[in-house]
């Protein structure tokens, strides 16, 4: 079985941790979907800090929609913040991270972890 992160409850939310050089595609995402559904239902959690290094992006604005939507029917109440150098976020990051918060997700992009907690409401939970 191949896994996309590395997956750890920590004081507050989950941690992923992308795989090395990980390709955002829409088969990889889907895998990656579902191991995070799969662990916030286990823990109990909503809450998902997700970072690592992204070696490139292969979607259409058409897979960003249907990324979306997979996210909200799996993890429906999610909150993620995203800490991944080698994305630079643009439109279409813009157009996932709307398409995601019309579906009950909210999901946005930080260059720092510290950023990113905070966002996540966690700011005081350890790393």
């Not at 999610?78 to 150098?85: E, F």
């Amino acid at each position: 079985m191949q896994f996309e992160a590395t997956l750890e409850l920590r004081d507050g939310y989950l941690h992923a941790q992308l795989v090395p050089d990980f390709e955002i595609t829409p088969e990889r995402m889907t895998r990656l979907w579902s191991d995070i559904a799969a662990a916030c239902r286990r823990f109990g959690i909503r809450r998902v800090l997700t970072e690592g290094q992204v070696a490139a992006r292969r979607m259409t604005t058409m897979d960003s929609s249907d990324n979306a939507a997979t996210a909200a029917r799996l993890v429906p109440g999610l909150a993620m913040a995203c800490v991944v150098s080698g994305h630079v976020p643009d439109q279409q990051t813009e157009f996932f991270k709307s398409a995601s918060a019309n579906l009950g997700v909210r999901v946005d992009f930080f260059s720092s972890r510290a950023e990113a907690l905070r966002w996540l409401g966690v700011e005081s939970a350890g790393t």
